[in-house]
């Protein structure tokens, strides 16, 4: 019987076929610009020194097929976009492909008599016809592909050698050369040529027509696959480590390592505590810490064999292509391979930027799961983790060794997965109290170094879109950069105010004057408090100019130093208990809003624009707020178009009431752990009492709850009922006006890149004085550090107490709060007075400046500078 010539892949479809080498294509890889296509080993052949498509010569510069190698549906997407009607024509194209190959396949394909008459008929086609001819650069079926130890040891050399580094995809080509003893390519690639076109529906039907499948890839399509058991313990393998460094004879740890990390399925049946045990949840990883925690630490101390045969068998098992979605022992597999302390050398990191980028791939809930197994890691592991992803995204910004990495244009995709993955681990952390590391580990403090308003511009116009940013991750940024931003971004807003203001006024040809570019403030100081709230309210559409401060009858000329005396005045006054806006808790030292609900709330509203000037201006304020204040301004961060959209409402917990009301949060904590009759004993109902200018008024926190007994059923909702009435409701007015007045001047989208406690330090600057930080950022003039008057002077400020240096601080800066850059952002100056030294120090607040007269013994000095410091209040002109 004549056997009919077999079906081609190119005769259904030239866009999943190489251009170059007639190639069977896996992944297509298309050329935005001009609708090529291309194979893998092609494109990493063609594209590695030059960005023109090697069919036309036309300059790529909308995609970049390297990087979208790793691209799946998406690309499938982009050329059924790309060409009108394809989609439907592959849709015709695979029914007809399967009703006419339907009784072909099963009467004529299921003998091995007709599969070598396929093999001879294919063999006789000769050059071009064949899409898996032997030719150096075939396109490689990765599903065919057998483990190639030999490569993977090569890749494993080069790495250990640090001199070269292979990227997978070189890899992928060096495999497209090797020939089979009998002179013929990969004959398993083959058996594949009557494939049908790529598309969903096909790879779906391809998978149960196996009698096309080679065997190797039969397996890898087992929905559940049964793990070999390993039953050796922690025990064991510590006890032949021990033999082995004793004995010399590294062998049976070496061929433990090699059998381990071969692939996905060897490492769930070592390190999984029941081999074929289901394990899928988030509580538990299912993973024996306490072998793999032995198994990493000794591997950095075994010979470079052993350590070379874990890096080929990361790549062997990273280089595998998965057809179906990724199981929970695939994540457990992420899960021990990103561990590896390995990763920390940067001979490793072409490997780990490919664990990485398959680990930012993998879907959502399977980085759930991740996040929650991340976070019952042990503090050290854990940090050892983030400071490995730290160092791999500090390193590729800047290299040591530059040749020592591939080029950035080629590799832009590792910075964006391992942040990505960086997020799993502060989410992890974010989800855990306390936390397991402090939020600030999360910083990068490389970033500070880098283009980071750019950044956020990037971040402006696309958002959380597929362009990758920092800003998307703004954990990663440090306070540093992320003030920086708030303050480039408000200066740009102050000039926009500034220059509409001129536009207004030339349009209507009116004089010009240069008082109109700010905000003008003008006080007296016996009435601080009433004429700062009438000129803010008289002023209110001017809020995002520049401030300037004038004190009536005061010659002084504000250059930054009356702003900082204004505020610091003026926050001191409007807290005071006399005024009955805020009440003071001394166990928690810290101010919270009154809870009397009177009908204007238009002074919290003010005091709220205080704080956002404060924040617009960047001064920080002397004001004691607890945290739940931060965490409610950023509920949500950008403040709501509609008036009536419900603002400050977080979820707040019993921790943050501790630290408002210690004495009710302790009560209500033990109402949750009683072990008795709730109800009984306690004999609560769901209404509660609050006291308001004397009188007691009671308050149900939920629909007749003066009814509704508390029970140890129940106790769980009353309390967080209870917690947000007190923290939420009891003052919505109150912090409503607070938060619409703040975000009136802060409106910034820099504001979602927050913390709570980022917002703080922002308008608090830190509290912690560091003098000896001082003096090694200090500057001088006319003096030098080694002067007699300078080192009598340090001496003097070293020595003094606190409430002196807050002093000192705040005569010489207008503040005695240290900003967030911490004490060197000071740009603290001494400078020489050749005057009398029967005078006064002298500070110049706007330049944070000490003008010292060159006193001739310390305690000359010692007196003088108390005097000065203690007396710190007006300004004058010389």
Known sequence: MTLQRMHMVKDFNHFITCYLCKGYLIKPTTVTECLHTFCKSCIVQYFEESNECPRCGIQVHETNPLEMLRLDNTLEEIIFKLVPGLREKEQRQEIEFWRTNKSKENAEENGPKSKRAKLEDDDDDGGDGDCHRSDPQIAICLDCLRTNSQVGENIAKGLDRGSKHYPLGNFISSTSHRREPGGHGLTTLRQVTGLPPICTGVRQKHRTHTDVVPPEAKARFVADPIIPLRARTT???????????????????????????????????????????????????????????????????????????????????????????????????????????????????????????????????????LMHWFKKLSQKRFKLLVERLQLFISTRLYPGRPEDLPPMAKCSWWIPCATKVLSLLNAANSIVTPPI???????????????????????????????????????????????????????????????????????????????????????????????????????????????????????????????????????????????????????????????????????????????????????????????????????????????????????????????????????????????????????????????????????????????IPVTNLNRKEYVHLYVDFLLNKSIYKQFAAFYHGFHSVCDSNALMLLRPEEVEILVCGSPSLDMGALQRGAQYENYSKTDPTIRAFWDVVLSFPLDLQKRLLHFTTGSDRVPVGGMPDLNFKISRLDVSTDWLPISHTCFNQLCLPPYKSKKDLRHKLTIAISNAEGFGLE
């Open 235 to 369: 025990k064991e393998f510590q006890e032949g480590v021990e033999k082995a460094t004793h004995s010399g004879d590294w062998k049976p740890v070496h061929d433990f390592y090699a059998s381990t990390f071969g692939s996905f399925l060897e490492l769930s049946a070592a390190f999984k505590k029941e081999a074929n045990a289901p394990s899928n949840t988030t509580d538990d990883s299912g993973i024996n810490t306490r072998l793999l925690n032995a198994v990493y630490d000794v591997l950095l101390h075994t010979p470079p064999d052993t350590q070379k045969c874990v890096l080929k068998g990361a790549i062997n098992s990273l280089l595998r292509e998965w057809k179906r979605p990724r199981t929970k022992d695939d994540l457990r597999a992420y899960f021990v391979l990103i561990q590896n302390p390995q990763y920390g050398s940067t001979a490793t990191y072409v490997i780990f930027a490919h664990l990485l980028r398959q680990m930012a791939s993998l879907a959502e809930t399977d980085h759930h799961f």
């Open 437 to 707: 590391a402090p939020f600030t580990d999360f910083y990068n403090l490389t970033l500070d170094h880098t283009d980071f308003m750019d950044d956020y511009h990037t971040w402006q116009m696309h958002g959380n879109s597929s362009r990758f940013t920092f800003c998307q991750f703004p954990f990663i940024l440090s306070t540093v950069v992320k003030k920086a931003i708030m303050q480039r971004d408000s200066e740009q807003q102050m000039i926009s105010m500034a220059r509409q203001t001129l536009v207004d006024k030339v349009s209507r040809r009116q004089r010009v004057d240069m008082s109109l570019l700010f905000l003008n403030i003008k006080v007296r100081r016996l009435q601080l408090v009433s004429d700062s709230l009438d000129e803010l309210t008289r002023k209110r559409a001017d809020l995002k100019k520049k401030l300037k401060v004038t004190f009536v009858g005061e010659a002084g000329l504000d250059m930054g130093g009356l702003t900082k005396e204004w505020f610091l005045l003026l926050i001191r006054r409007i807290f005071h208990t006399d005024y009955g806006m805020f009440t003071y808790t001394k166990d928690s030292q810290s101010y919270w809003f009154s809870s009397w609900k009177g009908d204007d709330c238009s002074e919290f509203r003010l005091v709220g624009a205080l704080m956002g000037l404060a924040v617009y201006n960047s001064i920080t304020l002397d004001i004691r707020f607890p945290p739940a204040v931060y965490k409610k301004l950023l509920t949500p961060p950008i403040g709501p178009c509609d008036p009536d959209t419900p603002v400050g409402m977080a979820a707040l917990t019993l921790e943050d009431l501790l630290q408002i009301m210690p004495d009710i949060a302790h009560g209500l904590a033990e109402l949750l752990s009683y072990e008795g009759n709730v109800e009984e004993d306690f004999y609560s109902t769901f209404q509660v009492f609050q006291e308001e200018l004397g009188v007691i008024k009671p308050y149900s926190l939920k629909p007749g709850g003066e009814k």
